[in-house]
């Protein structure tokens, strides 16, 4: 049973910074390209940073790009996102996804597993 958990969430101030993690078992983790994703309240869910299990190619949203940092770890089948210069419109749940592709997400559509989320709040 593949099981995908998320932590490392929580409330923070405009300007801190986050580290989410992505603990997976019951798959081949380094044959998955990994996803983070957020929904807020009322939005859909959208893709914030995807990496490839083929080459660690990386790929970002652009609203995100320059503040949040995606990696893998394949020894501990573990995915991070790094959040820094966190603004309150980063404020959702997060959530961490596995999909059979060679190269990053570009959306939830690519993605087989999908974790239970982590709330992020962010206040000004």
């Known amino acids: 049973q593949v099981q995908l958990t998320e932590s490392g969430g929580g409330s923070v101030q405009a300007g801190d910074s986050l580290r989410l993690a992505c603990a997976a078992s019951?798959?081949?983790?380094?044959?998955?390209?990994m996803g983070w994703f957020r929904q807020a309240p009322g939005k859909e869910r959208a893709i914030v940073a995807g990496i490839s299990w083929h080459n660690d190619e990386t790929s970002y949203s652009n609203s995100v790009k320059g503040r949040f940092t995606i990696s893998r770890d394949n020894a501990k089948s573990t995915v991070y996102l790094q959040m820094n210069s966190l603004k309150p419109e980063d404020t959702a749940a997060y959530y961490c996804?596995?999909?059979?592709?060679?190269?990053?997400?570009?959306?939830?559509?690519?993605?087989?597993?999908w974790g239970k989320g982590a709330p992020v709040t962010v206040s000004s």
């Open positions: 019951g798959l081949t983790f380094n044959r998955y390209s």
């Open positions: 996804a596995a999909g059979l592709l060679e190269r990053p997400p570009a959306g939830p559509n690519d993605m087989l597993y």
